[in-house]
């Protein structure tokens, strides 16, 4: 640092004495010598060095300012177990990617609602004044409701915004936009789609976003733990809101009781995952996406070899009367749900099924259930049938005994303060007065589209479809608003979204990264990073354990604003500017925010410090609280304490939803072939590997994906790593580090081969995220880079959730030979003058 300092110091008297000297000083070195004179201590680094606090996703840290540049990042004291995403923090902020100012595409810019969609995509866009950008956004919004009305407009937002209360910037955008008009909204979400639809039949609650039974209980009182699909280690490195990685304290615990012998833990995964090997547990290979039948085997044996909580299942649910005809296979399939008949599809022994029902049965055994074996076809019914083993193994509700399906989550089980988190700046019509446009005819269709099927809204115009219980018609929107959520990551199957966008007019775009999101849109706004603003946010998802500051760390790089100034200059163009912030800028928005806060505690007995004193200090944390058991309450008293079902039980039989008539979501769950599978599935003679997209290691989704150094850390041969088998590999010529293609027939992908022996043959694994780079906008152009996405099946789970299936998707992988395209997602926009000639900015 000294020597920082000394060396300016040292160009600083090299000026003057050239000044000094009187003779030759060339103008430019004038100009800097001069202002060094004024104001010598501007260039001391001392004075220009701080520490700030802020939040992410992925943590709580310290950051190092100097001169308004972010220069180091250390987690945050309290965090015992930092992640190494933080690393990705510098270069998501200054990545060769991000959004410098306003864009439009050339030909939409050309030829507005009328321009050539089927150039969207070719990233050649006109630099614009943030005054133009959002008089264009305005325009649009005018078109679409004088022209159409409100089913025209697509609002999405449900994505993995930054943390921050005051700036979520979906709210931003729903918010202003509501001050507008009307939109088409979405139902459910990429995550759980599945499960948070089904489970409340069950047992009656979403379970996938609710707290669970706290550690410290599972670790005294559990026998047994079943990891089934979930990859603890990997996935408790973020959490929804800032995240605390107090869990990890807890799976330390449990890899000491593993050794000593107290607990076992038996993972049920098709991967050997990266909790699997942190804890030394014993491991099941699974075929993938035939868990049903692992379930139904072992439910069979429950039942067979009497082990079975007759007196739970009287006391506690309906049904099984109903259900047990399926499992002896007196119905229609007339086929026995025998460990035998599970075994041929699932891969695992019949004798293991047996000896796993067993120690289920005679253990105090934790069911913990992860979210991607509801992220494929028919993903309800092992979440269903999960359940329906847990009430015939009788322990739900008891300490360590039971089910869960979140503790893989945002430390889920890590016992929440009991205190009052500060809210969220509204997104709600609170200011009194209508919209500008008060229509609310959707002429027919729904106000909302189950988010996965927003696309097929588009490519099958008006189409009715299930959604549980009701009648969905699709509003074929012609205007798109996306903020906070990457839809050219989230969203399957890239080659039928290209199709689907050309029947779209205007697509507008809000970021600091360009994305394929962007790349696909034809109005971009720069957003800022949250790390170039002022905010607080939840320290806890569901621990609440206390309150982080955001301090602003930079100042907004390039032309890029917050979310708050987007979208207060956009209401500018209402007159609404007041209503919008009901008069208060950032911090005093954050200030009220946290003082609403402190006075809900208050009574409580949870004291905060002063507003001023919070900022400064940077934190609030509050003490842990009481040990909880899920489902205890129920258990005690299932009258008084009846859970939120039709009926109040445990529900093996659902009588409402076998009155839906679905033929993919019966009064029960059943095994139903998938559209592709394989290990013997359908289509697997024609593509033998299973892809799955699991939540990566290195980021959050697509972010950081943009931050080169942290990239370059885990990418191979340039490319995101498809993990195969050695096996797998063998057979086709690969080797570790190979530039490989990966194809179906949906679409193709280059990868870099990372040979790998936590996978058997037929699993292949790519994460989700990597930031789709195809060559260029027509249909089926190879992705230079690797998003799944571009691979995937774009079906609805079922009638019932019509959820994403992402991990149901064949494949096969060649060796690439040839010359390789660069990666062409991680540049930015190519930036041209209303000829289409480029033109080079800063
Ligand atoms: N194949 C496959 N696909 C999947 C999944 C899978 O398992 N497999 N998982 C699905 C799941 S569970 C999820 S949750 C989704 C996640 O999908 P998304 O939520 O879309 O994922 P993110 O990459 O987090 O996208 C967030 C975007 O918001 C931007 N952003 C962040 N902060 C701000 C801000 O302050 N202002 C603005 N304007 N923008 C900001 C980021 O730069 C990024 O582009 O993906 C789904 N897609
Ligand atoms: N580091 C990191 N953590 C994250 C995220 C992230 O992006 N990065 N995203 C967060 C979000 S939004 C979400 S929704 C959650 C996602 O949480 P999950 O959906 O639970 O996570 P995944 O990583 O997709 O998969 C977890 C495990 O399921 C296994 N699996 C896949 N298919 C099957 C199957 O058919 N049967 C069985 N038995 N196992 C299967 C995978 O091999 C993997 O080990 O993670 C959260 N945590
Ligand atoms: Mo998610």
């Given at each position: ?283 099941l290979y699974v075929n993938p996406m035939t868990d049903l039948a692992v379930m139904m085997g072992i439910a069979h044996t429950l039942w067979k070899e009497d082990l079975y909580d007759k007196e ?531």
């Open positions: 640092m000294s020597y920082q300092t000394d060396r300016s110091r040292r160009g600083f008297l090299k000026m003057a004495s050239l000044i000094a000297g009187g003779s030759l000083v060339a103008p430019a070195l004038m100009a800097e010598s001069l202002l060094h004179t004024k104001a010598p201590t501007d260039v001391d680094i001392e004075t220009l060095t701080e520490w700030r606090i802020s939040g992410a996703h992925w943590g709580a840290f310290r950051a190092k300012v100097v001169a308004n540049r972010l220069v180091e990042v250390e987690p945050f004291e309290f965090d015992r177990y930092p992640t190494r995403i933080l690393d990705a923090v510098p270069g998501i902020i200054y990545s060769p990617a991000r959004v410098r100012y306003p864009l439009v595409r050339l030909d939409w810019y050309k030829h507005r609602h009328n321009s050539d969609t089927s150039q969207r995509g070719d990233n050649r866009f006109i630099r614009v004044s943030w005054d133009e950008a959002l008089d264009l956004i305005y325009e649009s919004l005018e078109r679409i409701q004088t022209q159409f009305g409100p089913w025209a407009l697509h609002t999405g937002n449900v994505g993995w915004r930054s943390v921050g209360q005051v700036h979520s910037c979906g709210n931003h955008m729903l918010r202003a936009i509501a001050m507008h008009g009307n939109s088409v909204g979405t139902a459910g979400d990429y995550s759980t789609g599945a499960g948070q639809v089904i489970m409340p039949y069950i047992l009656g609650s979403t379970e996938v976003y609710s707290q669970g039974t706290s550690w410290d209980i599972i670790l005294e009182e559990s026998d047994v733990i079943v990891i089934w699909g979930s990859d603890l280690v990997k996935n408790l490195q973020v959490g929804w809101n800032t995240e605390t990685h107090e869990a990890y304290g807890y799976l330390e615990q449990l890899k000491e009781k593993v050794a000593d012998g107290e607990i076992r833990v038996i993972c049920i995964d098709p991967v050997k995952s990266m909790t699997a090997n942190y804890l030394n547990a014993e491991h739970f299942l009287e006391t506690y649910t309906l049904g099984f009367n109903e259900f047990l005809p399926y499992l002896k296979g007196e119905t229609e399939d007339m086929v026995e749900k025998t460990p035998e008949w599970a075994a041929e599809i699932s891969g695992v022994p019949a004798n293991t099924i047996r000896e796993l029902a067993r120690t289920m049965a005679q253990n105090r055994t934790q069911l913990m259930i992860g979210w991607a074996l509801q992220r494929q076809q028919h993903g309800e019914q092992p979440y269903w049938m999960a359940a329906i083993v847990a009430a015939m193994l009788g322990q739900i509700g008891l300490p360590g005994g039971g089910i869960s399906y979140s503790h893989h989550y945002s430390s889920v089980g890590v016992s929440s303060s009991g205190a009052s988190m500060p809210g969220a700046f509204p997104l709600n019509l609170d200011f009194g007065r209508e919209p500008k446009y008060k229509s609310t005819d959707y002429k027919g269709y729904s106000n909302f589209i189950p988010v996965s099927r927003v696309v097929d809204a588009l490519l099958e115009p008006g189409k009715e479809i299930n959604y549980n219980g009701n009648k969905i018609k699709l509003a074929p929107y012609k205007m798109a608003i996306f903020s906070g959520a990457n839809q050219w990551h989230r969203q399957q199957d890239r080659n039928k979204m290209k199709r689907a966008y050309r029947n779209l007019e205007t697509v507008v775009a809000v970021d600091y990264a360009w994305t394929a999101t962007c790349r696909f849109a034809d109005i971009v706004l720069p957003a800022c990073t949250p790390y170039e603003r002022n905010d607080l946010d939840v320290y806890g998802t569901y621990s609440n354990r206390g309150i982080i500051a955001m301090h602003k760390l930079i100042d907004p790089l390039y032309y890029s604003k917050s979310d708050f100034d987007i979208w207060r200059e956009f209401s500018k163009r209402l007159n609404r500017e007041k209503e919008y912030t009901q008069n208060r800028n950032e911090m005093q928005w954050i200030e009220k925010i946290y003082m609403d806060c402190y006075n809900e505690n208050y009574p409580k007995g949870f004291y905060m410090p002063s507003f001023r004193e919070f900022w400064e200090r940077g934190y609030v944390l509050f003490p842990e609280g009481k040990p909880w058991v899920r489902h205890a309450d129920f258990r005690e008293d299932p009258e008084v304490n009846a859970l939120g079902t039709p009926s109040g039980f445990i529900e093996i039989y659902s009588r409402t939803i076998a009155s839906y008539g679905y033929e993919d979501c019966k009064g029960h769950p059943i095994w139903m072939e998938k559209a592709e599978r394989s290990h013997g599935g359908p289509k697997s003679d024609r593509y033998p590997l299973w892809l799955q997209s699991a939540h990566p290691d290195n980021r959050l989704h697509s972010q950081g994906c943009e931050a080169t150094k942290m990239r370059e850390s885990y990418a191979i041969a340039g490319r995101e790593p498809v993990f195969i088998s050695p096996i797998d590999a063998e057979k086709r010529g690969i080797k570790h580090g190979d530039l490989v293609r990966v194809f179906n027939d949906r679409g193709q992908l280059l990868a870099g081969a990372n040979v790998n022996n936590n996978f058997p043959e037929g699993v292949v694994r790519i994460f989700e995220g990597a930031w789709y780079s195809p060559l260029d906008e027509t249909i089926g152009s190879i992705d230079t880079y690797g998003d799944p996405n571009t691979l995937t099946m774009d079906v609805g789970t079922s009638s019932l959730s019509q959820a994403p299936s992402a991990n149901t998707c064949l494949v096969e992988i060649e060796k690439f030979v040839g010359v390789a395209p660069a990666p062409t997602g991680f540049h930015g926009p190519t930036v041209v003058d209303i000829d289409g000639n480029e033109t080079v900015e800063v």
